[in-house]
């Protein structure tokens, strides 16, 4: 008797949660740290129905999880976010779309795909931002993270808008992209401190491919044209629609900030795939860029050649790109496999000493048993692990209210506790992330593993 082989994608803390439950005065192993007001939301992929087809971790319907923090009390609610097609699925009581390992529906009557708004949050301008890289982003209402509809900037947003924007702390600007499969294949956007979509311009691409994340300096906007393709006569052919290209170069294309196809400046190198930045900024004649980079990915695609043994293998990285004479240089900053690059956002686009990143463990799945501190200007690093069996995610920076200092602060992610089937919000000291938790705040359920979050002070919390 042959068995069907389990979806580890929907199994274990992988799988779907049922319900979306709101908990007061929750149970806190230490305490959390004084002055620590706000909230930390965080989003990923939670299916309400039973998926057509192959499921992929990209495919859930976004659900966020939240927690908020009020003199030494914490609370939690969990919220499905209600995109069309959510309310859709809701209404005839089934899936209606299938993946990112299925090919497109074109003939389903509410259209091929479905906005799932699972990836990413961004708080800017008074509007917390539920977010997925394939359509508009979402409003959220704080604190009770309902959802109040897609968001389209006065009808002005007319690309796809990426799950990783950038807010310069300076300016209060906001840029972003969409990438898309039909001409011009890139749009760059900047939005107001005030929130007001203030240009969007086309960037020229030779072909569309899959742009998850990008970076800005203080002048310059990064783009990374990297070699997995999509292409619809590979589909059309039975082949798979993304492929990496392993023998296709990788560009990378810096732009002012307020430039376009004028004035950006290509560099181009060695094929690679980046999911994730960790931050870019100016030295003299050169823009630095860190990201987590792997040789080669099969995430979404197959090679075009045989398998790389490296591939799939995020570890940190850093690029130099001379701007007077063209040259780039880069080097890998560390051995160990991590994603999820983050630092403290106040001094994003600025040269910053200090890091953070999820490594990653020695399992079949993307699962992340530590937290890795790094210091760039030691070349150093320090690990906080969480514990045999315990998994977390992407470490939030949450900055000490009125500081300066980079790393005064501390780090928090949801993590899962395999032997007890729970999961708790786990508050490390950024300035010794190598000693136990500050705080363990108990959730009263299951937190599936997601993506990306986000802290919210509790000032800014008023004004959304």
Same mark, same amino acid.
């Given at each position: 008797?042959e068995?069907t /082989?389990?979806?580890p994608f ?8 049922d319900?979306? !439950?709101?908990a007061?005065t929750l149970?806190?192993i230490?305490?959390l740290?004084?002055?620590m007001n706000g ?7 939670n299916?309400?129905?039973k ?17 908020? !923090?009020?003199n030494? #009390? ?17 209404e005839?009581g089934?899936a209606v779309?299938s993946?990112?390992l299925?090919?497109?529906?074109m003939?389903?009557?509410?259209g ?5 708004a ?5 708080c800017?301008?008074?509007?917390l931002?539920?977010?997925w ?7 959220? #209402?704080m604190?009770?993270l ?10 002005k ?20 992209f ?7 294949y890139?749009? @760059?956007s900047?939005?107001?401190?005030e929130?007001?979509?203030?240009r969007t311009?086309?960037?020229t ?5 899959m742009?998850h994340d990008?970076a ?7 783009f990374m044209?990297?070699?997995?393709t999509f292409?619809?006569e590979?589909m ?10 392993r023998?296709?170069p %990788?560009?990378?294309g810096?732009?002012?900030r307020?430039?376009?196809?004028r004035?950006i ?6 094929a690679? @795939?980046?999911?994730?930045t ?5 030295d ?8 987590s980079r792997?040789? %080669?990915t %099969?995430?979404?695609?197959?090679d075009?050649t ?6 799939? !293998?995020?570890r940190?990285h850093?690029?130099?790109?001379n701007m #007077? ?6 080097q890998?900053l560390?051995d160990v496999?991590s994603?999820f690059?983050?630092?403290n ?8 000493r @200090? ?14 048993d530590?937290v890795i501190?790094?210091?760039f200007?030691?070349?150093k690093s320090?690990t906080?692990e969480f514990?045999?069996?315990r998994?977390?995610g992407?470490?939030?920076f ?6 300066t200092v980079e790393?005064?602060?501390?780090l928090v ?12 919000l786990v508050?490390?000291d /950024?300035q010794d992330?190598? #000693?136990?938790?500050?705080a ?5 359920q299951?937190?599936?593993?997601g993506?990306?979050?986000t802290w !919210? ?8």
């Open positions: 008797m068995t /082989a389990i979806n929907l199994d274990g803390n992988f799988a779907p949660i319900e979306e !439950i709101s007061d149970k806190i230490g305490e740290p004084e002055g909230m930390f939301v965080r989003n990923g992929p299916p309400r129905w998926p057509i087809g192959q499921y992929h971790w990209f495919d859930g319907d976004g659900m966020l999880h939240g927690v908020q !923090i009020s030494g #009390k914490a609370n939690y609610r969990n919220r499905y976010i209600r995109t069309k097609g959510f309310k859709i699925e809701q005839v089934k779309w993946g990112f299925e090919p497109p529906q003939d389903n009557p509410h091929p795909g479905k906005n799932t699972n990836t990413a949050l961004v800017h301008a008074g509007q931002l539920a977010l890289e394939g359509g508009a982003p979402h409003n959220i #209402k604190p009770g309902e959802t109040l509809g897609e968001y389209t900037y006065d009808d947003l007319t690309s796809a808008f990426t799950a990783h924007p950038k807010v310069d702390p300076e300016t209060g600007e906001m840029m972003f969409g990438y898309s499969f039909q001409r011009p890139l749009q @760059y900047i939005v107001s401190p929130g007001k979509l203030l311009v086309p960037i691409m030779p072909e569309p491919v742009m990008f800005i300096t203080e002048d310059y906007t990064i044209d990297l070699p997995l292409s619809m590979r059309k052919r039975g082949e798979p629609a993304f492929i990496f290209e023998k296709r %990788s560009r990378f810096i732009v002012p307020y430039g376009d196809n004035n400046h290509w560099f181009k190198t060695h690679c @795939y980046v999911f994730h960790l931050n870019a900024y100016e003299g004649d050169e823009v630095i860029l860190i990201a792997m040789s %080669s %099969s995430i979404l695609s197959a075009d045989q398998r790389n043994p490296e591939g799939d !293998i995020p940190l850093r690029w130099r790109f #007077k004479t063209g040259k780039l240089r880069d890998r560390d496999a994603e690059p983050r630092i956002d106040n001094f994003l686009g600025r040269k910053t @200090y890091g953070y990143t999820a490594r990653l463990a020695k399992s079949k799945s993307p699962l992340f530590a501190k790094y210091d200007s030691t070349g320090e906080h514990g045999e069996g998994y977390g992407e470490a939030v949450v900055p000490r209210s009125g500081s790393d005064d602060g501390w992610t949801f993590v899962y506790d395999k032997s007890e089937d729970m999961s708790e508050v490390v /950024a992330v190598t #000693k136990e938790p500050i363990r705040v108990l959730i009263p299951r937190v599936p593993y993506f990306h979050g !919210i002070p509790e000032e800014q919390m008023k004004e959304t």
